[in-house]
């Protein structure tokens, strides 16, 4: 097994994907195919109720209560597509966890060990090196919780970036290890949430950022240095990639949803009604409607995140060599606007989607999407 790998999958299991978002969850029933992509049985979402205020604990307590209503209607709807005569009988035994801001905290440690004597590179070798970092990681990051993901991302040996460990022997090796952090009180509570309705055996947690970042350096393997950002509900999440290795991240208290709250403020209307503007208001039909005020407040909201996104930028340029390449994730009705933003920056910027996995099931969900192909391209190496 690979170093790039965590197991090895049973290829005919049926399993259940969950997306933990900031302002949604995502959920559905997949199963693993030989060919590339996966087949989608079933799929659905959940908004995580809006708050004009966000009140972390209340979030918390609506993130479960989501989580629970999906899960149930995976379980009413999903199972009777995957098999309609038996629905009760069946068993789904793995369940997969991904986690966004703000449920996450990941970083990237790099670690270099050089041996008196040449030693064979082995992965057990590597995972109690691995092992022993864990305290300091998290004294790095200073997040007290539950690691759920260690990764290589990337070996070094004498300099060299190496793709396979075996029959290796050094006494100089470097190696990236992706670290992921839960709080303990959110892996409770989402298990607790999933496993009212499924009984699941095996769980996987993994993170949002690390699927992302995986799939820009599959996609496109001649980009070394980039930056992706992420803008969800509630928060935008950026990294910075420097030699196909996370250097460094920040999140933005600032999402699609601020633009909502800003609307709803100005015009003095309701979360939906604002909620609607401005997919109206990107599709350029509703300027008679609008009208200039509401212009104002996106644009202001707009110029307002970009100059966050920038502000974070040059922050990490005093310290480290950034690619003027960014990929950009954002809803549709977002998206075009930003990006224009930014270009006027210099910036070279593409909307990231995934191309490879299309069940018409899924719509637009890129995120969800994203998380599939991660999946798939992990558990068939």
Do not use: C
């Not at 290829?11 to 959920?27: A, P, R, T």
């Amino acid at each position: 097994m690979s170093f790039f790998s965590f197991l090895k999958r049973n290829k005919e299991s049926y399993s259940l994907v969950f997306n933990i978002g900031s302002g949604s969850i995502s959920g559905g029933i997949i199963k693993f195919t030989e060919k590339e992509g996966v087949e989608m049985v079933y799929y659905a979402n959940e908004s995580i109720p809006f708050q004009q205020e966000v009140s972390i604990d209340k979030h918390i307590q609506l993130m479960k209560s989501s989580l629970t209503d999906l899960a149930k209607k995976i379980q009413f709807e999903g199972l009777k597509k995957l098999n309609l005569k038996n629905a009760k009988n069946i068993e789904i035994e793995r369940g997969f966890f991904m986690f966004s801001s703000p449920w996450s905290v990941s970083h990237t440690k790099v670690i270099r060990v050089k041996e008196a004597k040449a030693i064979k590179i082995s992965e057990s070798y590597l995972n109690k090196i691995i092992d022993d970092q864990k305290e300091s990681f998290q004294t790095d990051i200073s997040k007290p919780g539950v690691i759920v993901e260690k990764k290589i991302v990337q070996i070094k040996v004498n300099g060299y970036v190496i793709n396979k460990i075996s029959s290796i022997k050094t006494n100089d090796v470097e190696f990236s290890v992706f670290f992921t952090v839960v709080p303990e009180e959110i892996v409770t509570a989402v298990k607790d949430s999933v496993f009212k309705v499924f009984n699941i055996k095996n769980v996987w947690f993994h993170s949002l950022s690390l699927a992302i970042f995986s799939n820009i350096r599959n996609l496109f393997p001649h980009k070394n240095d980039f930056m992706y950002i992420d803008i969800s509900e509630e928060i935008t999440d950026i990294s910075i990639i420097k030699d196909n290795v996370i250097l460094v991240s920040a999140s933005i208290p600032f999402g699609r949803n601020h633009f909502v709250r800003e609307i709803s403020l100005e015009l003095k209307v309701s979360k939906e009604v604002a909620d609607s503007m401005i997919k109206i208001h990107i599709a350029k039909d509703n300027d008679e409607m609008a009208g200039l005020k509401f212009s104002l407040v996106m644009d202001k909201s707009t110029t307002y995140l970009v100059s966050k996104i920038t502000e974070v930028i040059n922050n990490f340029n005093a310290n480290f060599f950034y690619s003027e390449s960014i990929f950009l994730i954002a809803r549709n009705d977002l998206a075009l606007s930003l990006r224009e933003k930014l270009q006027r920056k210099d910036f070279e910027v593409a909307l990231l989607d995934n191309k490879k996995i299309k069940p018409a099931i899924i719509g637009n969900d890129t995120v969800y999407k994203l998380e599939l192909m991660f999946l798939d391209k992990l558990y068939k190496i």
